[in-house]
Structures are given as C-alpha cells and as structure tokens.
C-alpha cells in the first residue's frame, strides 16, 4: 500500500512538474508594470482603446508639399490621427528615405508629445531595420542576415542587433520589425536573403542572439541603449507554392510544428515582445485569421503576454483579396477575435471606426479589446515610453551616443563580411592573388553600394543607395583599387543595370568592350547576380541568372585570361553554365556598405575566408533540395526497376565554403553510448589545422534518426560553433545537445523521440549511440 501511495505521488508530481513546463510565463511578469496596465486600462474609453490597436504610416500625417525643404507633420492630419482616432502607433520612414538622426528625434518626440497631450499614452514608432539602423543617415550598415549566417558565428548577430538597437535608439526609434526567421527553403522566393537560410535549427540559435542583442538583458525594462524586436514573419512565410511573394504555402500541420513554429517558439521563450504574422494563407487559411495558431499555439500555448501585429494592410486582405470575410468591418472582427492585438492599416483611420462598430453590435467581445490593449501598453510600459527621457528633449540626445557611426562600428561591419563571404571554388589556389596583379574588374555588380547592400537600405526597394552615400564607402572595384594599386585595377563593366525601379533592367551595350579591356589584364573579376530589390516586386519568373550576364562571362571566358566569379545577390542564381568557366568562386551576397572592403581583404590574403552556405544551391531550376531531405527522396536509397530519377544533384551542398588552409576533424564522441529524453549529451571532436594559415573553421554538428516512425530527414542539423587556429594548432569543440532536440513531431501531433540508432556526424567523422526509451510531449 506504502509503494502504490508513493508510486502515486511521484506520478502527480510528473504531471504537476509537466503542467508547471507548460504554463511557465514566457516572461516573467512585472508587478508594477501590471498594476500599471490594469490602471491606465482602466481610464480609457473605447475609443481610445480601439486607437490604441491602430497603426498608421507616417505618410498619412505628413505635409507634402514641404517635402523639398525637408520632413514636416501635417497639423490638421496629425489631429485628426492622433488627436480625434487616438491612434497609438506610427511606422515606416518620412518621405521614403533615411532620415537624419536629427530629422528622426525631432519627429518622434512631437509625435508622443501630441498623444500625452491626447490621453496621456505615447506613441511606439515603428521601423523596418534588419542589418543595421538603415532608414538612418550616417548609421552602420551591417551584412544582412543571410550573410551573417554564413559566418555561422553565435556573436555576429548578437553584435550586429546590439549595435543597430543603439544607433536606433539614438534616433529615439524604440521599435523594430527584426529579426526575420522565415526559412529560406525556397531560393525563388524575394526575401530569402532577410533570413537565416534554409535550416530551422540555424535560424533559432541566430535569431535568439539577435533578440538578445537587440532588447538587451530585461524585456521588461529595456533600456535607453536597446529596442524592442518584431519577430517575423509568423510563420512559414519563406516557402510558397508559387516562390512569389505573399503568396499561399502548403504546409502540414505536423511540420509547421516541428519547423517552423521553432524559431518564434524559441525567440518567445528568450523574450520577444512582439510579433509580425506573415501576410499570405496556409493550406486555405490566412494566418492573420488563425485564432490555432495566434491564440492556441502562440499565447497560450507559450504563455506569452506579448503584442502581436499584423503586416501592411493584411486585415484588409482578408475582405479584399482572400474572401473569406464579406466585408472590412467583418475582416477586422475576424482578425482580432483571432488574436491580432495591432493592426497595421496603414493609410487609413477606418479601422478604429469600424472596430468600435464591431464591438458595439458583439462582433468582438470586450474582452478581446481589453486583452489587445493590454498587451499594447505592456508593451509601451516595457519599452519606457511612458518616461519621458526616451522621447523628450531631442536635442540633448545626441550626446548619449558617442558611436554613432564610430570606426569602431565600421571596423565590426568589415569584419563580419569577411566571415560571411564564402569561397565556393578555388581552382589552382588562384586565390588570394598575387601583388602586382592586373585586375579587370567586370559585371554589373562591379561598382554599386546598391547590390551589395540590397533591399531595406535608406530606401524600401534600396534604389538610392548610391546617389544617397556618393564616395563614402567602397564598391567591389574601388576597395581591389585601393588595395592592389589604382593602376593595377581597371574597369570595365560589359553588362550594366539600368537605372530606376526595375531592378532587373539590363544594359548589355558594353560586353565586347569589356572583353577588349581584358587584354591588358592577368586575371578577370567578374562581379554578377542581383541589383537590389525588395518583397513583390522582388519576384521573378526564372531563377537562372539573366542572360546578358552569362554571355558576358562567356565572353571574358575566351580571352583565356582566368575568371574569379563573384556572385553577389539576395538568392541563388542558376549558373550551372558559367561557373565551369571560371577558376574561383566567391559567394558574397549582400556583405553591406563594407562588404566590398571585406572582399578585397579576403582576396589579397590578408584575412582568411571562414563562412559556409547557409542554404543549398540548386544547379537546375526545377530540381531545387534542402540538405534535411527525406531519405525516401534521394536515388541512391531507392532499389527496383523504376528509375525514380531523384538523385540530390546540387551546385553546391549546404555548409559548403573553403579556405585557404585545411582541416582535419578526429575522435569525435559523445560523453554517452545510450540516452533517453531526460539527457543531455555533450559532443566532442577535435579540429587541428592541417594548413600552413591561420583561420577560423565553423564546426557543423548533425544527426541522424537511423529508423523512425515516420520517414526521417536525411540528417538534422543540432549543433555549430567557429574555433580559430593558427597552423598546425589543435582544439576540441564541445556541444551540448539536448536529448529532446534529437526528436521529431509525430502524426499525433506529440513531439517523440523513439527508441533505436541515432547518428552524429561531424566533418567526416561519425558516431553511433542508441536511444533506450520512447517518449512524448506536447
């Protein structure tokens, strides 16, 4: 009887200690911060509430026809906006490109100035900034995020989110839509370069630093020197049917689970304050209608007090393009009964009007209204908006930010493009070249700011780019100029892009020049890939780089003088026909203002390239892999007559990047030979440097689900980190990798991990280890 007392007991206790798991807050509350809320809530009237679940852009208030002297607020609309709607947030950049710091304090304190005059509740600016605070003059533009992943160094984008959250906030900007998690599985998609790559472990651990960078060490009281995050896109946003733009993904629920769900679960957990849905539909539902997802999984399922807004006009979308609701005021009630709390309108103050309707004849409960804005000024009270020293005062703020813009800043930017920049091929050890060398730098990518920045700098669409900096940075040709001699480097494009808003428009007028000015030359720089470009209208109809380009490197080919191909762009193009022809391939995709410095570091040798392809790149446009493939999908597993003609045929695999040295990996073990759920297994392996350089290795660790209940993925990445060496210098390389993080979401819907084999590998090292026991959990 003693035993099965006991026996109970331990049972309840496994099931209070699991229910404690799952309502644990995802942030801890703060006492005053919700006596705070409860009063000020308490104060407000219905239209101020619904004004407070309103955000307009800043282009519904401004006064055009000032805007050739400079930015200025319309009196007349700012009242009505903010005085008669109440509105509580305002978003984007005045005049449509960068601002001043100046421009920035000034704008954003009349603004909270006018609502406390209102109401007494401040406004929350809100700005697109994802590598760097780049809708700001003067401010440090980093790599995007795409290259920071290559670098597949934990502190870049912890670093990069620290140093923009400060030269934001020197603007008295406290709010921005970053980081973005979508996956990048699909390379025809426009916003694959605004994400971590393909890979969902990847994406969490990066995008988990940069949250922490950004809002620093208390999401409930974040400081003067950080910014509160917008996590984006929730979720799957990354892979549609169509490769277009905000168009429909269909994923199951199961792997929306166990993929993508992940990141935001993770980024949630670290204190993510907000949270952007992702504009299109999943499998008939738009997500800004899914009250599963929004109030199921996300706030309750996490316990998570956070605010979540929508994207441009995405209500809107639900009566106008997807119709599912009849009209706006029946597309608001369904969004926010869902669990919108922010609507993003942008232009219009209908929505306050209609939301009052909705409420008033009880197609929204109270209730609902009253949880939105609560988690509205939570918010405001967690950023310090209500102080007035994060928004008065403007011209004494400058004096707080001694490194705006600091060399310093400039120096970290440089050295982080280096350790995203990846070298793909290198035949002949053509690279690093040669003092003395004459270099034809040639390509449309050759001499512009624009492509190696891309979209969401100083310019939604990154069009100004280089009107907007003149010579204050350097493009690919002017940093090889400076740093092999003006007169060692020509330049000679053969392939131009034309100017203005079609980013694919191509002048190709120039190609047999450029093969003349290969003559004099001892080795061509051929610099191809993307002009700039932005969300939709980064949408394109074939994934194979543009024709002139090609034929421009066919051209320079025949002259026999050997073709470094530096591909630089937001996504994989196909070059399958070219890349044959060249000696050596550099991947430098959107490195930023100093990516061209960075290049020209890494080509001379001075430093050493360290990163690797956090994507896969397709050689065909219709056969198009991720590395984390089901086994069941690759030729070589498959046996019997029919040829299923599914072999992983790739440019170049996931994790791809050399060096200029060499390294060995050895003895790699894990601290068991058996594990259940309850572990934790800590991996070892020793990588030396077996070349004659020093440099840095990003050491991958994946594992394998041997046999499973549902067919496993190739292998799973659960593990990196990056150890510099010096020459013949050894270290071990230890990871801790939760038991859990080895299962997967089965067709109930439980995550599992099941008894049997488990393989890691590591470099070209491998080992087994048995699971005991199967487990599940929600």
Known sequence: MKSKLVLTMLALQVVFCAWAQRVRPAIKPDANIEKQVKEQLSKMSLDDKVGQMCEITIDAITDFSKAKTGFALSAAQTDTVLGKYRVGSILNVPLSVAQTPKVWRTLISELNRKSMSVNGIPQVYGVDQIHGATYTMGA??????????????????????????????????????????????????????ESFGEDDYVNSVMAVQAVKGYQGPDPNHIDMNHVAVSIKHFMAYGVPVTGKDRTPSMVTERELKERYFEPFKHCVENGALTLMVNSASNNGMPFHANKKLLTDWLKEGLNWDGMIVTDWADINNLWSREHIAKDKKHAIAMAINAGIDMSMEPYSVEFCRLLKQAVNEGLVPMSRIDDAVSRILRFKYRVGLFDKKTWDKPEKIAKNYPDFASPKFAEEATRFAEEGEVLLKNEGGILPLKKGVRILVAGPNANTLRGLNGGWSYTWQGDKTDELVGDKYNSIYKALANKFGAANVSLAEGVRYKAGSDWEAEDASEIEKAVAAAGSSDVIVACVGENSYCET??????????????????????????????????????????????????????????????????????????????????????????????????????????????????????????????????????????????????????????????????????????????????????????????????????????????????????????????????????????????????
Not at 155 to 181: D, G, K, Q
Not at 617 to 629: C, G, I, M, N
């Open 537 to 778: 209208p980064g949408n394109f109809n074939s994934l194979i780089l543009s024709e002139n380009q090609r034929n421009l490197v066919k051209a320079l080919a025949k002259t026999g003088k050997p073709v470094v191909l530096v591909l630089n762009g937001g996504r994989p193009r196909i070059i399958n026909d070219i890349e044959p022809l060249s000696k050596a391939v550099v991947n430098v995709m959107l490195p930023g203002n100093y990516g061209g410095d960075a290049l020209a570091n890494l080509m001379a040798g001075d430093c050493n390239f360290s990163g690797k392809l956090p994507f896969t790149y397709p050689r065909t446009p219709s056969s198009l892999h991720t590395y984390d493939y089901k086994v069941s999908e690759n030729q070589s597993t498959m046996a019997g007559n029919y040829n299923y003609d599914a072999k992983m045929d790739v440019q170049w695999p996931f994790g791809a990047g050399l060096s200029y040295t060499t390294f060995k990996y050895a003895n790699l073990r894990v601290n068991k030979t058996s594990f259940d759920v309850n572990d934790e297994l800590t991996v070892s392996v020793d990588v030396t440097n077996s070349g004659e350089k020093a440099g840095k290795e990003a050491v991958l660790l994946y594992f394998s689900d041997v046999v499973a209940s549902l067919i496993p993925d190739n292998r799973s990445m659960c593990g990196f980190d990056k150890v510099d060496l010096q020459p013949g210098e050894t270290k071990t390389v230890t990871m801790k990798v939760p038991a859990r993080a080895l299962g997967f979401v089965n067709s109930d819907m439980k995550w599992t991990l099941e008894e049997g084999e488990f393989l890691f590998h590591c470099g070209d090292q491998q080992v087994k280890l048995n699971c005991t026991k199967t487990a599940a959990w929600d």
């Open 140 to 193: 440090t533009f980093f790599p995007q995020p795409i290259v920071q992943a290559a670098s597949f160094n934990k502190n870049i984008p912890f670093r990069v989110a620290e140093v923009s959250a400060y030269e934001s906030r020197a603007c008295l900007i406290p709010w921005v839509y970053a980081p973005v998690m979508d996956l990048g599985r699909n390379p025809n998609w426009p916003r694959m370069w």
